[in-house]
Nanobody, 115 residues
Framework: QVQLVESGGGLVQTGGSLRLSCTVS????????MGWYRQAPGNQRELVAS????????NYADSVKGRFTISRDNAKRTVYLQMNSLKPDDTAVYYC????????WGRGTQVTVSS
Protein backbone atom coordinates (compact mmCIF):
# COMPACT_ATOMS: atom_id res chain seq x y z
CA GLN A 1 0.00 0.00 0.00
CA VAL A 2 1.38 3.35 -1.04
CA GLN A 3 1.71 5.85 1.76
CA LEU A 4 3.12 9.38 1.84
CA VAL A 5 3.58 10.90 5.29
CA GLU A 6 4.64 14.54 5.43
CA SER A 7 5.79 16.25 8.62
CA GLY A 8 7.73 19.24 9.88
CA GLY A 9 5.37 22.08 9.13
CA GLY A 10 4.45 24.79 11.59
CA LEU A 11 4.10 28.50 12.26
CA VAL A 12 7.18 30.67 11.75
CA GLN A 13 7.91 34.34 11.37
CA THR A 14 9.12 35.92 8.16
CA GLY A 15 12.77 35.03 7.65
CA GLY A 16 12.52 31.83 9.63
CA SER A 17 13.32 28.26 8.60
CA LEU A 18 11.62 24.90 8.58
CA ARG A 19 12.66 21.44 7.45
CA LEU A 20 9.97 19.23 6.01
CA SER A 21 10.22 15.45 5.79
CA CYS A 22 8.24 12.95 3.77
CA THR A 23 8.52 9.23 4.33
CA VAL A 24 7.32 7.04 1.49
CA SER A 25 6.25 3.42 1.49
CA UNK A 26 4.79 1.09 -1.09
CA UNK A 27 6.89 2.09 -4.10
CA UNK A 28 10.44 1.52 -5.29
CA UNK A 29 11.44 4.83 -3.73
CA UNK A 30 15.05 4.76 -4.87
CA UNK A 31 13.95 4.49 -8.49
CA UNK A 32 11.62 7.48 -8.48
CA UNK A 33 12.18 11.17 -8.92
CA MET A 34 10.41 12.97 -6.10
CA GLY A 35 8.94 16.40 -5.68
CA TRP A 36 7.61 18.77 -3.08
CA TYR A 37 4.39 20.54 -3.99
CA ARG A 38 2.35 23.18 -2.22
CA GLN A 39 -1.19 24.48 -2.35
CA ALA A 40 -2.26 27.80 -0.90
CA PRO A 41 -5.93 28.62 -0.33
CA GLY A 42 -7.63 29.45 -3.62
CA ASN A 43 -4.61 28.38 -5.65
CA GLN A 44 -3.76 25.31 -7.66
CA ARG A 45 -1.20 22.87 -6.36
CA GLU A 46 2.25 23.70 -7.69
CA LEU A 47 5.56 21.92 -7.84
CA VAL A 48 8.21 23.81 -5.88
CA ALA A 49 11.16 21.43 -5.99
CA SER A 50 12.12 18.09 -7.49
CA UNK A 51 15.02 15.67 -7.18
CA UNK A 52 16.07 12.76 -9.34
CA UNK A 53 16.17 9.20 -8.05
CA UNK A 54 19.85 9.32 -7.14
CA UNK A 55 19.71 12.88 -5.89
CA UNK A 56 22.10 14.21 -8.49
CA UNK A 57 19.80 16.72 -10.14
CA UNK A 58 17.48 19.15 -8.43
CA ASN A 59 15.12 21.74 -9.83
CA TYR A 60 13.24 24.59 -8.18
CA ALA A 61 10.42 26.95 -8.94
CA ASP A 62 11.68 30.48 -9.45
CA SER A 63 9.75 31.61 -6.38
CA VAL A 64 11.84 29.43 -4.04
CA LYS A 65 15.17 29.23 -5.84
CA GLY A 66 18.03 30.10 -3.52
CA ARG A 67 15.90 29.67 -0.40
CA PHE A 68 14.71 26.05 -0.50
CA THR A 69 16.81 22.89 -0.79
CA ILE A 70 15.44 19.47 -1.61
CA SER A 71 17.34 16.32 -0.64
CA ARG A 72 16.69 12.65 -0.10
CA ASP A 73 17.90 9.64 1.83
CA ASN A 74 17.06 6.52 -0.15
CA ALA A 75 18.01 4.21 2.71
CA LYS A 76 15.38 5.94 4.86
CA ARG A 77 12.89 6.29 1.99
CA THR A 78 12.61 9.95 2.91
CA VAL A 79 12.68 13.20 0.97
CA TYR A 80 13.37 16.51 2.71
CA LEU A 81 12.73 20.17 2.01
CA GLN A 82 14.87 22.69 3.85
CA MET A 83 13.14 26.05 3.70
CA ASN A 84 15.03 29.19 4.65
CA SER A 85 14.21 32.90 4.48
CA LEU A 86 10.53 32.08 4.57
CA LYS A 87 8.02 34.64 3.36
CA PRO A 88 4.27 35.00 3.93
CA ASP A 89 3.75 33.92 0.29
CA ASP A 90 5.19 30.53 1.24
CA THR A 91 2.16 29.85 3.43
CA ALA A 92 0.52 26.69 2.09
CA VAL A 93 -0.03 23.01 2.68
CA TYR A 94 3.06 21.17 1.49
CA TYR A 95 2.90 17.70 -0.06
CA CYS A 96 5.39 15.26 -1.48
CA UNK A 97 4.78 12.96 -4.43
CA UNK A 98 6.67 11.52 -7.33
CA UNK A 99 7.73 13.95 -10.03
CA UNK A 100 5.68 14.05 -12.15
CA UNK A 101 3.04 13.09 -9.61
CA UNK A 102 1.38 9.71 -9.95
CA UNK A 103 0.40 8.70 -6.44
CA UNK A 104 -2.60 9.52 -4.29
CA TRP A 105 -1.82 12.59 -2.22
CA GLY A 106 -1.00 12.38 1.46
CA ARG A 107 -2.39 14.71 4.10
CA GLY A 108 0.36 17.25 3.66
CA THR A 109 1.86 19.49 6.32
CA GLN A 110 0.76 23.06 6.96
CA VAL A 111 3.34 25.83 6.75
CA THR A 112 2.27 29.25 7.95
CA VAL A 113 4.60 32.24 7.73
CA SER A 114 3.55 35.29 9.69
CA SER A 115 4.54 38.80 8.66
Amino acid sequence: QVQLVESGGGLVQTGGSLRLSCTVSGIFFSLRSMGWYRQAPGNQRELVASITSGGGITNYADSVKGRFTISRDNAKRTVYLQMNSLKPDDTAVYYCNTSPYMLDWGRGTQVTVSS
